[in-house]
Structures are given as structure tokens and as C-alpha cells.
């Protein structure tokens, strides 16, 4: 079975600094990844997916993945925090193949992001 | 287009009793997902339905789950015999049927339950 790791439960960055959440994922084909934002609140929204063009996926918000096979990872960043970019990052997985037509997704245990002033 | 819709957004109920849950998609979307995200973790999935049929059906979904989408468009979750665990919130998606990469699936604001 598949599985994400987020490490950081809670990542905190002053405003204009880099912001880097890390994911990792468990599976022996790379999987379709995703990552959503959630605001307080709100339902999750998507911020960026790879599904299999480039390596480097721009999203909403200023914020880009970039997809490593050798590393198994697929860490978002965003070169200058916003104060409004406070939130819960999830990142989540499903599989490729005939098998998962449903495309659920798994999700990794999320990260909490803080911009200090 | 408003989005998906949930109702409630909040539901306190004794443990024992019967809550059911609503969700509606976005209108033109074939496929709609409940998941269940208890506190400092990520979703996870329980059930989907394409169109009106329920094809998948997560481990976490007990006995006491029931979801329904009866004509393809909004769905039903319902808990029978609630119990402490399963505080949490539930959250609906949808999206569309498509071929190859999957379709972003849109979410909902969630509905909270508490039982006490």
C-alpha cells in the first residue's frame, strides 16, 4: 500500500523568507501527486498536481513542486511567505494504473504553516 | 457555480444516535468521495460513488456507515449508533469522469460531528 510522509507537523517562516513543506511518498511506480491547501474553515483547495510533464509544477499562489524519483519526493516551496499563506499543507497521492480508476487519494498527515510578522 | 455544498457544517449528537450527513456536488460532476479527517491528520477516504453506483468502499467504512447517491447528484452519509470515535469531520468531493491523469477532485467545507 502506498503511503505519503510530511515531515514537520508545523513549519514556521517569517514573511518574505522561503517556505519548503517536504513530502515523500512509498510506492514502487511513482504515483500521481498533489498538494492541497486548507484553510480554517474551508474545504480543501488544490494548489498544484504532477501527473507525469514536468518535473516542476507551478500552482496557484506563487507556490511549485518539483518531482524526484530518485528521492522519492515531491516538496513544495515558494521563494517569499505571505502572511495569508497561514494555513494546513497536505500533500496526497493516488496511484497510476487500469486499477485505480477511482482515483481516491491518500493524504499525508498535513503541515501546519506559521508566517511570523 | 457555488461549489460543493455540506449540511450541516456542525452536528453534536449523543453517543448512541443516528446522524446522517448531506453533501451536494458540483452539477456536473460524476463522481463524488467522502472522507474523514480527524483532528491533526490528513483526510482519509471512505467511500465514492460514479454517477449513482458505490464502487468503492474503504476498511474504515464500518457497518454502521451508510452512504447512498440515489439519482447521481447529491449524497447521504449516514452513521448509525454513534460512537466517541467517530468525532471528526467529513468531508465531501466531486469531480469529473475523465481519461488518464485524474481530475482535480473539488472539496467542501466539511461537516463536523462531535459526539459526546
Known amino acids: 500500500a502506498q503511503s505519503v510522509t510530511q515531515l514537520g507537523s508545523h513549519v514556521s517562516v517569517s514573511e518574505g523568507a522561503l517556505v519548503l513543506l517536504r513530502c515523500n511518498y512509498s510506492s514502487s511506480v511513482p504515483p500521481y501527486l498533489f498538494w492541497y491547501v486548507q484553510y480554517p474553515n474551508q474545504g480543501l483547495q488544490l494548489l498544484l498536481k504532477?501527473?507525469?510533464?514536468?518535473?516542476l509544477v507551478k500552482g496557484i499562489n506563487g507556490f511549485e513542486a518539483e518531482f524526484k524519483k530518485s528521492e522519492t519526493s515531491f516538496h513544495l516551496t515558494k521563494p517569499s511567505a505571505h502572511m495569508s499563506d497561514a494555513a494546513e499543507y497536505f500533500c496526497?497521492?493516488?496511484?497510476?494504473?487500469?486499477?485505480?480508476?477511482?482515483?481516491?487519494?491518500?493524504f499525508g498527515g498535513g503541515t501546519r504553516l506559521m508566517v511570523k510578522p | 457555480d457555488t461549489g460543493v455544498s455540506q449540511d450541516p457544517r456542525h452536528k453534536i449528537t449523543k453517543r448512541g444516535q443516528n446522524v446522517t450527513f448531506r453533501c451536494d456536488p458540483i452539477?456536473?460532476?460524476?463522481?463524488l468521495y467522502w472522507y474523514r479527517q480527524t483532528l491533526g491528520q490528513g483526510p482519509e477516504f471512505l467511500t465514492y460513488?460514479?454517477?449513482?453506483?458505490?464502487?468503492?468502499k474503504s476498511r474504515l467504512l464500518s457497518d454502521r456507515f451508510s452512504a447512498e447517491r440515489p439519482k447521481g447528484s447529491f449524497s447521504t452519509l449516514e452513521i448509525q449508533r454513534t460512537e466517541q470515535g467517530d468525532s471528526a469531520m467529513y468531508l465531501c468531493?466531486?469531480?469529473?469522469?475523465?481519461?488518464?491523469?485524474?481530475?482535480?477532485?473539488?472539496f467542501g467545507p466539511g461537516t463536523r460531528l462531535t459526539v459526546l
Open positions: 496526497a497521492v493516488t496511484p497510476r494504473g487500469w486499477n485505480n480508476a477511482g482515483n481516491m487519494l491518500t
Open positions: 468531493a466531486s469531480s469529473p469522469t475523465g481519461q488518464g491523469a485524474p481530475n482535480e477532485q473539488f
Open positions: 504532477y501527473t507525469s510533464a514536468a518535473t
Open positions: 460513488f460514479q454517477n449513482e453506483a458505490q464502487l468503492e
Open positions: 452539477s456536473e460532476h460524476n463522481r
